[in-house]
């Protein structure tokens, strides 16, 4: 049996929502197939006042035993380093986090503001929110560089606004059935299982897009609208197209661009400084190109799919023209 306790810092309690929804496995499924123990979550904990606070403070003198911290929000700084902007349970929740980080056997981040800040964390970031061991794209955060849980693993990070529900409890039960070590992190921490492949990959319209065919979803030789006003798949790891969501969709195929909600960047300034529906091109480049391409290698690569596509265009434009005037 796995113990796990789910807090909420600075959030919106989308990924509980998320998390509530689950399918493979259930929540339910969760207690009474994969032996989890919920010891207590703010929207479906049955303690309440004193009795979280009893709980909280036996698990951090060890007499009641805390396998898994899953955090949900940002980690709240402010003012002044205080964290008193968050409080709960008689004191500001930073210093929660860090007491029961400290016993945990295992520390799962869920969405974005726990992983990296997310949306309170955008500049002027009033609150001082940080995730927990990553500021944005800079490892650190709140639990800092070189934190460690006593299962050995840095802080697993489950990116998403929200997650996937199927990530957080598919994560949990790796946990919980001793597997959680054969499942490989980035350098994000994030498994690797849900976050190596780009979000494209499934996308109704891949094939137009990386081919750039002329005709597609899309404006002339891009092959996809989507990339024009900002789509953010070719740059997003994410299962969002090979895992849908409710089992039947995902953004692109409901016919709006990926924000690319699971990359440390997120919201990226051209969300921020304008609207989603803005486009990231610039001279044919993107701002942010895949992870481990460089601007001129993407562009490069880009030109030769661009031409190819014309190419092969074109010889089937010759092709009909012959076959028509036999």
């Known amino acids: 049996m796995a113990n796990v ?3 909420q810092g600075g959030a919106c309690s989308g990924n509980t929502m998320s998390f509530l929804n689950a399918e493979e496995p259930t929540v339910v499924d969760l207690v009474t197939d994969f032996g989890i123990n919920i010891l207590w979550h703010p929207s479906i904990g049955l303690e309440i006042g004193a009795q979280v606070n009893d709980l909280l403070k036996d698990i951090i003198a060890g007499k009641v035993t805390m396998d898994i ?14 964290g008193t902007m968050n409080y709960f349970a008689e004191r500001p929740m930073k210093d ?12 799962v981040a869920i969405g974005d503001c726990a992983t990296w800040g997310g949306i ?33 693993l840095p802080v697993i990070n489950i990116p998403g606004c929200p997650a996937h529900p199927d990530w957080i409890t598919q994560i949990l039960v790796a946990i919980s059935t001793g597997r959680i070590g054969d499942v490989l ?15 494209q990959t ?19 030789g891009n092959g996809c609208l989507f990339y024009e006003v900002g789509c953010r798949g070719p740059m997003t790891r994410s299962s969002c197209n090979k895992i849908l ?18 990359e440390p960047g997120f919201p990226h300034n051209d969300l921020v400084k304008g609207s989603v529906f803005k486009t990231m091109r610039y001279l044919g480049v993107p701002d942010d190109t895949p992870t481990g391409n ?15 596509g014309v190419l092969e265009g074109a010889a089937g434009i010759t092709k009909a023209f012959n076959e028509g005037s036999k």
């Open 5 to 7: 306790l789910w807090l």
């Open 69 to 82: 911290l899953v955090f949900e929000g940002t980690i709240i700084q402010g003012p002044n380093g205080t």
């Open 96 to 107: 929660w986090v860090k007491e029961l980080a400290a016993v945990a056997g295992y520390v």
């Open 120 to 152: 309170p964390a955008v500049d002027p970031n009033p609150s001082d929110s940080v995730g927990m061991q990553f500021f944005k794209k800079h490892k650190g955060g709140f639990l800092g560089i070189d934190f460690v849980s006593k299962g050995g």
């Open 185 to 199: 992190i980035d350098e994000y921490h994030r498994p690797r299982t849900f976050f190596t492949d780009f979000t």
């Open 202 to 220: 499934g996308c109704t319209n891949v094939v137009n897009f990386a081919n750039k065919i002329d005709g597609g979803f899309g404006k002339r």
């Open 245 to 262: 969501w409710n089992r039947q969709s995902s953004k692109t195929r409901a016919n709006h661009p990926c924000l690319g909600c699971t």
């Open 294 to 308: 460089s601007k001129i290698g993407y562009m490069l690569r880009a030109g030769f799919e661009k031409t190819l």
